[in-house]
């Protein structure tokens, strides 16, 4: 019997146009399931929350995740980071002061 030739798979991860990790052939990114993981969720429940994304590749993911915690969790921080920078942005160039008010007056209220 000879010995089979096993070849390691990639971890099924791309960066879109931004940076942004996510799954291979698929809109969901990486923090999604990381996320779902940290709240307790099983990589069957993860699936069948994210059917696009393969069963193997949430197990590929997540067990990629636990062997290098410490990158993907400076990776999520630095989302966050950029996530709180574009709303900061956001938020100066359109302020929310007032908005109600003229909204209403817009409808005549």
Do not use: C, N
Request: proline share 6%; glycine share 4%.
């Amino acid at each position: 019997m000879s010995a089979a030739a096993f070849e390691p798979e990639p971890v099924p991860l791309v960066r879109d146009e931004t940076g942004r990790l996510m799954v291979d052939g698929t809109r969901v990114p990486l923090d999604t399931l990381v996320a779902a993981f940290k709240l307790g969720r099983s990589p069957e429940a993860i699936h069948e929350s994210f059917d696009t994304v393969p069963l193997a590749d949430v197990y590929a993911i997540l067990s990629y995740y636990l062997r290098h915690r410490a990158e993907v969790e400076a990776y999520l921080a630095a989302q966050d980071r950029d996530a709180a920078q574009i709303q900061a942005r956001i938020e100066a160039e359109h302020p929310q002061e007032g908005l109600r008010a003229k909204l209403l007056a817009r409808l005549g209220k």
